[in-house]
């Protein structure tokens, strides 16, 4: 059984900045992929940022140059930077892990973080 367990979200003002983390526990195989997605009241879940476990990173163009994903491999945990916060950066974060198997991959989830961007 695979538990991820989010922390770091919050109240920020426009400008400013917040660190998100997702641990990663249970039978985790490599290679994989470690990501965030984001949803908003409203809006569809979208990715955010994801990570491979060989550190190729891959960004939505409404974060690249403000958010950074990174990760610990022995550690099972993943990382998202976030720095120059927006109020349309408002949502429920979601951490991801992607696991391929021989006919296709497994999905876990985590309970998800708020995020609220706000003066």
């Known amino acids: 059984q695979v538990q991820l367990v989010e922390s770091g979200g919050g109240l920020v003002q426009p400008g400013g900045s917040l660190r998100l983390s997702c641990a990663a526990s249970g039978s985790i195989s490599r290679p994989n992929t470690m990501g965030w997605y984001r949803q908003a009241p409203g809006k569809q879940r979208e990715l955010v940022a994801s990570i491979t476990s060989s550190g190729n990173t891959n960004y939505a163009d409404s974060v690249k140059g403000r958010f950074t994903v990174s990760r610990d491999n022995a550690k099972n945990t993943v990382y998202l930077e976030m720095n120059s916060l927006e109020p349309e950066d408002t949502a429920v974060y979601y951490c991801?892990?992607?696991?391929?198997?021989?006919?296709?991959?497994?999905?876990?989830w985590g309970q998800g973080t708020q995020v609220t961007v706000s003066p």
């Open positions: 991801n892990l992607v696991i391929p198997i021989v006919y296709g991959s497994r999905n876990y």
